[in-house]
């Protein structure tokens, strides 16, 4: 895993000191939303079996995003490989840098360097369909809608009814300029 830089981040592998700022990301319910219905995850009691990503700092695949300037935190992203020629997209950023084009940012960013240095074929990301914000992110980078599920949430939250949608994008269509 490479550090990769934008205009506003800095993207590098996560570390154990990236912990208390992940663990801070799951504390706000507006950031939990769309995963567990915006409860705050219990760090006291074991979440091993949860159906997302919760990063602790060790996991690879994972990059801790912090603003270029001044070092603060944003949030991580991370781009899981699924098979040899497939990852998948992932990304969490502190509520305070929603609407900012930071999420867009370092997802090209990632998506840049899984088809340039990594030699994936296809990229994907999930979210419910009715996170709008996050549809919009997917859209934005280039991903393209090709299926809705419907998921068999393990305890459902409001909008979990309407499904899942499913974005791709295919290094075919990739624009790398």
């Keep these: 895993m490479a550090v990769l830089q934008t205009v506003r981040l800095t993207l590098s592998p996560c570390r154990p000191s990236d912990r208390i700022d992940f663990l801070d990301l799951e504390r706000d319910p507006e950031v939990m939303r769309f995963l567990n219905g915006g409860r705050p995850v219990d760090h006291d009691r ?3 079996d949860g159906t997302f990503l919760m990063p602790r700092g060790t996991e690879p695949y994972v990059w801790t995003a912090r603003r270029l300037t001044t ?26 840098d929603w609407g900012h084009g930071l999420a867009s940012e370092g997802a090209s960013a990632l998506i840049d360097w899984g088809f340039r240095s990594n030699g994936y074929k296809r990229i994907v990301a999930s979210t419910m369909a009715v996170n709008n ?3 919009r992110v997917m859209e934005k980078i280039g991903m393209n809608h090709v299926r809705t599920v419907q998921a068999d949430w393990p305890t459902p939250i409001a909008g979990s009814e309407h499904g899942e949608v499913w974005y791709e994008l295919v290094r075919s269509q990739w624009n790398h300029s």
């Design 133 to 135: 914000a996050s549809r």
């Design 71 to 96: 070092g603060a935190f944003v949030g991580w992203f991370c781009l899981w490989p699924e098979s040899e020629t497939m990852a998948e997209l992932g990304y969490r950023l502190r509520r305070a």
């Design 46 to 48: 074991d979440e091993g």
